[in-house]
């Protein structure tokens, strides 16, 4: 009977003072940090076993990204700050996360190592760092973070701020932050890459000389054959050019004149007359008529024709369709004349 009762008595004892370890555990303060080996769960909850719910007012540490992007593998640097008039911080615990899956990402490193030290959390090495000590740490930190080499999903900063044992912020979150576009870009030649409005990718452009979307051809305008004032403008893909034509001219190399009165709406046996400038073509009127189509009578009422129409006071619209060769090339220019 007794050693079986000194045995029950002996194991109640056990879990009494396991208990209390335990409770201990949870409860204790932790001066030297984030207990990433014996609370493994905080990597993931940022919640420091404090016993205590965190405070939900604004946390009075802010945490500043030296960079609206980051590059792979290029190191960034985060700041915290304490909000001046602020009591001073004590511990964090400061991680960096992929915006869609949550995922710890990269690793850091510390400058003041007397004050932060790096953990790994979820067995990926420095991929989280917390305080060394208990006393109040400078009003700026500043750490490095170094993503990884390839990829460049967004990512986002995630710290935990401890004031005091009760009083301390989980998961206060930065900004979202993108990668570059235009790291590891493939424009060439001196190209200036432009990252794009929606900061999805990039557009290379190429300093004079050269085309083509990575800029690695020759400017086919170098050598272009755009006759008569021509604009040259280089095709996407940097294989050809297009002469944009000056009013007046077209075909391929807008070396052709073209004639405004090849299709002419002069009614009424009217004579056209090419114009300058603005104007287009006038219409000679034929005894009788009168009206800038000719299509008036002379002491009479307008003659229906399709233009007389859509005249508005004595501005007149007319839709020129102008066949200047079968082979190529229908022009329809809108035009607006003052008669
Ligand atoms: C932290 O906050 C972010 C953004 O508000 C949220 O998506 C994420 O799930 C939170 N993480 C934890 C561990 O609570
Ligand atoms: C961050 O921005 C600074 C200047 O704004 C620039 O010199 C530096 O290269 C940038 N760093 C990264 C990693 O993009
Ligand atoms: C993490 O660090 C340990 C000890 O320094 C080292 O042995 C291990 O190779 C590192 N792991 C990785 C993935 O870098
Ligand atoms: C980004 O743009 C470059 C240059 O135009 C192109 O080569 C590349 O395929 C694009 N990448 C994606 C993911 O769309
Ligand atoms: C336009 O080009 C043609 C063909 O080369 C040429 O005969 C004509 O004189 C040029 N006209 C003007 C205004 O440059
Ligand atoms: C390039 O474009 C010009 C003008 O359109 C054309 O005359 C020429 O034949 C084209 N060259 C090639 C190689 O396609
Ligand atoms: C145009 O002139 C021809 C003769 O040159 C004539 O037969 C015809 O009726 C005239 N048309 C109009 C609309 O006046």
């Not at 792979?72 to 915006?99: C, R, W, Y």
């Not at 200036?192 to 690695?216: I, Q």
Request: charge should be negative.
């Amino acid at each position: 009977m007794m050693p079986m009762k000194r045995t029950v008595l002996k194991g109640l004892l056990a879990v009494l003072l396991h208990l209390c370890l335990l409770e201990n555990n949870l409860v204790r303060a932790r001066p030297t940090g984030a207990p990433v080996e014996s609370y493994p769960e905080i990597c993931n909850t940022l919640t420091p076993g404090h016993g205590i719910p965190a405070s939900v007012s604004e946390s009075p540490y802010s945490i500043i990204v030296a960079n609206e992007t980051y590059k792979p593998g290029v190191d960034f640097t985060v700041t915290i700050n304490t909000d001046s008039g602020s009591p001073g911080l004590k511990g964090i615990f400061l991680q960096m996360h992929e915006a869609v899956t949550h995922e710890i990402i990269g690793s850091w490193s510390v400058m003041d190592s007397g004050n932060f030290k790096t953990v790994s959390c979820n067995e990926q090495n420095d991929s989280a760092v917390t305080h060394q000590n208990s006393v109040v740490k400078p009003s700026t930190n500043t750490f490095t973070w170094t993503p990884p080499d390839m990829g460049g999903p967004d990512i986002y900063v995630a710290a935990t701020f401890v004031q005091t044992h009760q009083t301390f912020w989980v998961n206060v979150t930065s900004l979202i932050i993108p990668d570059d576009p235009c790291s590891g870009n493939a424009c060439m030649n001196g190209a200036t890459c432009v990252p794009d409005a929606d900061g999805g990718n990039y557009t290379c452009t190429c300093s004079d000389g050269f085309a083509g979307p990575m800029c690695n051809l020759d400017d086919p305008c170098i050598d272009n054959m755009c006759m008569n004032g021509t604009t040259c403008v280089p095709d996407a893909d940097g294989g050809n050019y297009t002469c944009t034509c000056p009013e007046g001219f077209t075909g391929p190399m807008c070396n052709l004149e073209v004639d405004p009165c090849l299709s002419n709406e002069c009614s009424n046996n009217a004579t056209c007359v090419p114009g300058t400038g603005e104007i287009m073509y006038t219409c000679t009127c034929a005894e009788g008529f009168t009206g800038a189509l000719c299509d008036v009578e002379e002491g009479g009422d307008a003659v229906t024709t399709p233009a007389a129409t859509t005249a508005q006071g004595s501005i007149l619209t007319y839709n020129f369709q102008l066949a200047v060769s079968a082979l190529w090339l229908v022009v329809i220019i809108n035009k607006v004349i003052l008669a």
